[in-house]
DNA sequence: GACTGTGAAGCCATTCACAGCT
DNA sequence: AGCTGTGAATGGCTTCACAGTC
């Protein structure tokens, strides 16, 4: 294997295949095919083969993949293998169903801090935290050697959370806020924006 | 201009720019440039133009596009002219905050009704509306002719409260459990996989 | 001089098709 | 015979570069 560059649909693609793995592995599945996986992901099997191969050669020829063997790996190249500690702010609602979220802690995400500018909102609880003002960013994030943050504050103030964020040494942002945000290059952003997703929906609805 | 094929991450982009011409708008700014649009979210010039003329010619050579203009042109465009009712199934912690979530009023969606199967939640309160069992489906769907809706469900439950949407009428889904699910040709589909974000992220961060 | 609209070129991702292995 | 791994072919999106317009 030659090395390359990988697209980013590939490393996608890589976070749904390790899904599907876990849920075979449960079944107590011990082998699989690019068929099979393609089959319950919905892609092609030529392109699980092509998206595995960007990270080395994990099945048999004549015989197909290990689950176990082949999800370990994948969690593995995805990062997943340890717990990652997450740092939120902007307890909204958006922010306090992200910060309870199953799906997180599942896949080996813990929220380890909530933090949120009004008042009113401090020392509540929310889950087994407690909502903190955000001059106590800095503490959580060096105390918990904090690398990721998830952003859920108004569209207004996102820039300078992601900003304040990256002075204390956060390297991946999660962004949940409607607007451009921009980061430095040695930080890596990734924006979710809910309503695009209904837009494009209405737009295909409307043509 | 030639009829052709609409990339889909162009329909995405068209849905950024309109929130950002609003923005513009609401600012009281009249003319902007694709070179504007572009800085303010982050693509390239070209990359604006060409977008928009996928749908026909907006702007003016040597000047511009006038915002109010374009702004309702790509509106138009979306299927944003009208209120869009919407069912929202699901109502824990993730489908709560999307039923109050603001960025989906402010686009013109509106969400009609909430269903979810746990009795000890029927009836109760969520934002100005209350939650309905599942067997109230097809009456919110007729009533209100809904066309949308959103799955906010435990994924060994999302295609079966998927075919059931179908079955009721609703032509487009947006399911946030991450899971493959498949519908009817005539239905659109998006899926929006939060854990996926993060786990882009990690990948990230340990290569 | 400034900016749009667009064919052509370049680039990137997916699919094809088959050699290689079991 | 069955399935992987992969170079080659294809298809699609983005960028370039410039003619057209104000």
Known sequence: MKIQKIPEASIVRMSV???????????????????????????????????LAYFGEFGTRGVGYNVKDLHHHVLKILGLTNEWPVVLVGAGNLGTALCVYRGFRERGFKIVGVLDSDPKKHGQPLGDLVILPMDKMEEIIKENDVKMGIVTVPSDFAQDIVNLLVKYGVKAILNFAPRAITVPEDVELRNVDLAVNLEVLTFKLSS
Chains 1, 2 share one sequence.
């Open 17 to 51: 295949y390790s899904r599907y793995l876990s849920r075979l592995d449960q079944k107590g599945i011990v082998t699989t095919s690019s068929g099979e996986i393609a089959d319950g992901v919905g892609v092609s099997p030529a392109q699980v083969r092509k998206d």
